[in-house]
């Protein structure tokens, strides 16, 4: 099955003033699938907006819920909070989990103002390993020019951090601030068996073969995942059908 | 020996007073020390080696031509004395060996100087710079005006790139990678060779404004084998292209110390040959037609090569 699982649901309000926002051009779940469907996804998994405000993750959440039960055969939906929120974040995790949310994210560590030692964030990560669902975070490929709202988080942070969570499944957006070719490396690639990366576009145009070179990084391509980033992006690459480990998650 | 046209682009020959009297330079240079020290501990060693041993070595292995990368002395006089060294095996051995200049950037217009020596010399380029080593950023004003020179002289520049994760290792330079594109678009007629694969950036050249201001990047593979699986090599290939990617082993480092303990080139030569995944038109690449061009567009003897 094909899955697309980088896709964002939006309210117009919200993309005033957001860089990375401009030119999103659909805001219902019916617009975002069929903007989807047209490079081939079956199905879209819309990813929460990274808010630092706790009212907005709620809101992001409910317009999320929305499509999900208006649309239940074509959308799965991961929740966001910021982890700042403590137990209410926690609080909101466990009510969308129980509503039919299939994982936790985007998380913007940089964007949200938490560290990935935040005590909060711990216990939000603990949760996740409990509830068997996947916890997804906004990275940033960095070297280049800057990007919108591009995240400080570098490849050894995410792999320090990446280290302590042996039984959490992470999914690193964006082709993972390029830990992809750390894979390389022995002593690396034993630490991302429960690491996935998705394909999302994100400001910048990406090479043809990216997802060639990150299947050589990686030495397969069981954990890359085809996303879109629509409709925060206009180019995205052909889609992929979901990894078998998956598809019980998504689908 | 085999007719092969290999060119090793990255490897490090000594003065002979430099071995003989290893614990003065390592007295005078900690970095020196920290890098080239044996102890009953030490699983990799530098396993020096003189220059009939190294042609001969060469010859085994059916490398024609041997770049010498000069050393990262923190001294400008031992950088000196080092491109000294190095002169004159490029003149016992025209065509065998070939030289990088030692360049210490702090040391400002002596530094210039010397890379303006180098060229006179004859040198192909200037490098294996250290950030690390020499205790000098990116944007160091000393290295910005080494680069200009040896733009205007059409001198690549190699660097000594490290991998910001992974094990850590004697002399593991963990200056950020990200202050290269900067460089590379500021210089964008200075050719530079990042060495050991470039500490990863290849994937970042993934993205277009990356792979635009790195029109004029190569990339080394020295000590691969002691920092990737060997499928890093296919993967580079995809990444930037195979014409991209130049043969390198950091001779006499060794650099399979799990089955070898003494200076050699065949084990990685073999290595690539049979286990890379490359075509023999990649193959004929990267272990030396890319290098070769590269020699012939370098310095002031371009086109010896061509």
Known sequence: ?251 | MKQTGYIDAHTHMFPDDVVARWDWYAQQDAWFAELTRETPQSRVREAFSNAEETLALADAAGIETVVMQGWYWRSHDLCKRHNDYMYTLTQRYPGRFVAYGSINPTFGTDAVREVERCYEMGFAGIGELGPGGNLFSLDDPGLLDVLEAAQDLHLPVNFHVGEPVGHQYNGKDLTPIEGFYDLAKRYDKLTFVLAHMGGGLPFYQLREDVAQAFENVYYDLAANPLLYTIRSVRAMVTLVGANRVLFGSDFPLTIYPRINKEANFSLFVEDLVNNAGLSPTELQQIMGGNMRSLLSESGKNRTTFG
């Not at chain 1, 697309?4 to 699938?33: I, M």
């Not at chain 1, 999320?64 to 609080?91: H, I, K, R």
């Not at chain 1, 630490?191 to 394909?199: E, P």
Request: with cysteine; proline share 8%; charged share 15%.
């Open chain 1, 1 to 251: 099955m094909i899955v697309d699982v980088h896709t964002h649901l939006l309210r117009p309000d919200w993309c005033v003033n957001q860089p990375r926002l401009a030119g999103c051009d659909c805001f219902d779940a019916a617009a975002l699938f069929t903007k989807s469907a047209a490079f081939g996804a079956e199905k879209i998994i819309i990813q929460g907006w990274p808010f630092v405000d706790a009212d907005l993750c709620r809101a992001q959440n409910q317009l999320v819920q929305q499509a999900m039960e208006t649309m239940a055969q074509q959308v799965g939906g991961f929740c966001v909070v910021c982890p700042a929120m403590g137990v209410s974040a926690l609080a909101e995790v466990e009510r969308c989990l129980d509503a039919g949310f299939v994982g936790v994210g985007q998380l913007d560590p940089s964007g949200q103002g938490f560290s990935l030692d935040d005590p909060w964030f711990s216990q939000l990560c603990d949760l996740c390993e409990t509830r068997h669902v996947p916890i997804s975070f906004y990275t940033s490929l960095s070297v280049g020019e800057p990007i919108p709202g591009q995240s400080t988080i570098l490849p050894a942070d995410w792999l320090r951090w990446i280290e302590g969570r042996h039984d959490l499944q992470i999914w690193l957006s964006h082709y993972g601030a390029g830990l992809p070719f750390y894979a390389l490396m022995p002593e690396v690639e034993k630490h991302l068996a429960n690491v996935w990366f998705d394909t999302a576009p994100d400001g910048v145009t990406l090479a043809p073969q990216a997802f060639e070179g990150a299947t050589q990084c990686l030495g397969g391509s069981d954990h890359l995942l085809w996303g879109t980033n629509f409709p925060c992006a206009q180019s995205p690459e052909p889609a992929r059908p979901l990894p078998t480990q998956w598809e019980d998650l998504m689908v």
